[in-house]
């Protein structure tokens, strides 16, 4: 299994928003993220699940964070 690569790119002085670049396992496209960071830290220790943590964000970009897979690529694997 390809590990994700996240990096964060920038924290706003008051740290309510935080640019993550995350790139996708299978197509290598890096892709641009804006979350908040207590958000982000309360969702990787396990404080409850992203779409409750994050509600903000779409369901490419949960996705992209869940499993390094972003949207383009997750509807070629999984076609409606």
């Not at 309510?16 to 220790?45: G, P, Q």
Request: net charge negative.
């Amino acid at each position: 299994m390809v590990e994700k690569e996240i990096v964060m790119v920038a924290i706003n002085e008051d740290v309510s928003d935080t640019v993550l670049s995350v790139r996708c396992n299978m197509c290598s496209a890096d892709h641009v993220i804006f979350v908040k960071m207590h958000d982000y830290i309360e969702w990787k220790n396990g404080a409850g699940f992203i779409q409750d943590l994050m509600p903000y964000l779409s369901n490419a970009d949960r996705e992209l964070l869940i499993s390094g897979t972003c949207g383009p690529c997750f509807d070629s694997m999984f076609p409606s």
